[in-house]
């Protein structure tokens, strides 16, 4: 059980690491204006958290019947507590990227809007000089 749940820890810690990065390249890629890319990476961005669900999931299976003297005698309960508190500060991390993409993205939709009722009025403008009309 010990490996078990160490490995399990291991590898969320290491997907939410994986998940900053991925939210610091969907920054990089927004702030360059590459739709595409930033795209992509949302992409990836989500199948990386539900890869941590799954994780995290396994973990709570793993402890759900497993009574607190057993985890303090395997030496699990430290373990539990860093990692709570790694993910925690981790978390909080994310949310601060989300923010800022999210900041990012509207600036983007507004642009894009911006753009669209520039075309829509400027069709409005040429179309009284299209002459072919003219009966």
């Known amino acids: ?18 998940l900053c990065e991925v939210s610091r390249l969907i920054i990089k890629y927004a702030t360059k204006h590459d739709v595409d890319r930033v795209s992509l990476e949302s992409a990836n961005r989500d199948k990386i958290i539900s890869i941590l669900i799954g994780f995290h999931d396994q973990i709570n299976q793993l402890f759900k019947n497993t009574t607190k003297e057993n985890i303090k ?3 699990l309960d430290e373990i539990l507590r860093t ?16 923010t800022q993409i999210l900041e ?18 400027n069709r409005r403008k040429i179309s009284g000089y299209n002459l072919s009309n003219v009966k």
């Open 1 to 18: 059980m010990f490996d078990r749940a160490s490995y399990l820890i291991m590898r969320h810690l290491e997907f939410l690491n994986l």
């Open 73 to 75: 005698n395997h030496g």
């Open 83 to 98: 990692w709570a508190l790694e993910s925690e500060q981790k978390i909080e991390y994310i949310q601060a990227l989300d």
């Open 104 to 121: 990012l993205l509207n600036q983007e939709k507004q642009k894009t809007k911006d753009d669209i009722q520039n075309v829509y009025l």
